[in-house]
């Protein structure tokens, strides 16, 4: 099958987000004997097994719930962050034993105290504007947001805002920057995401997928065995 060919009816359609999620995603498909891409992916955006049972779509890891909110895709991997923020109506069946970080709320290191006891407005800057929003409404504080796409914690060293909602995983970005955790909004990790027509337009296909994977991190899951799909020290996810 080529990129630019319709799939089969039976073909499953799984929205991968590209970077560490997506090699992690492959490596417990790899371990679960579910069906690979075929070839070298280079880069080629849509990639299929060599059975054709499978087609995986290489998205912007902010996008996968879209993909499979519309149906573009049956079945997606992505981090809670990512889904939470993107408001997307999807299933969640599976959580996935890989991405663990957390998002939280930072504050300059001379002055962790403030973040909730702000007189005035806070202004904070997030890549997760939504999730942030409903944080500090559900605590009566006003706060402006500011939504960046990166390296966020560049707004309380530039003057730009008072506090930071970011992902945390080690805790040394916050650290090399002058800023400490002052609260934990939501602890994350990767998820399954299922399309809600798929679920049951393709439920024998959708559903052996399902049970192999949790079949397969219920096996490695036992005592002594090692969780090989541990996310590395380093970069959290988008
Ligand atoms: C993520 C996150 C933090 C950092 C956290 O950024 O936004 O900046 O990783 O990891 P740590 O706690 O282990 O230091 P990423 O590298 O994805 O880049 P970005 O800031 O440009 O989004």
Known sequence: MTPDTAPEASTLLIALPKGRLADQTLALFA?????????????????????????????????????????????????????????????????????????SLAAPANRPDTPLRYASQPRVVTKYPNL?????????VNAEIITLHGSVELGPLVGLADLIVDLVETGSTLKANGLVETR?????????IVN???????????????????????????????????????????
Do not use: W
């Open 31 to 103: 371990a679960a004997g579910l069906p690979l891409p075929e070839g070298n992916a280079g880069r080629k955006l849509i990639l299929t097994s060599g059975d054709g049972a499978m087609r995986y779509i290489m998205a912007k890891p902010g996008d996968v719930p879209t993909f499979v909110e519309y149906g573009a895709a049956d079945f997606g991997v992505c981090g809670l962050d990512t889904l939470r923020e993107s408001r997307r109506h999807v299933y969640e069946p599976l959580l996935l034993p890989f991405g663990y970080c957390r998002l």
């Open 132 to 140: 942030t929003a409903d944080f500090f409404r559900a605590r009566g």
């Open 184 to 192: 934990t909004i939501m602890e994350i990790q990767a998820v399954l």
């Open 196 to 238: 809600r027509a798929a679920y049951h337009l393709k439920r024998a296909a959708v559903e052996s997928v399902i049970a192999r994977l949790r079949q397969h991190l219920a096996d490695v899951q036992r005592p002594g065995q090692a969780d090989s799909y541990q996310s590395a020290p380093g970069a959290g996810m988008d």
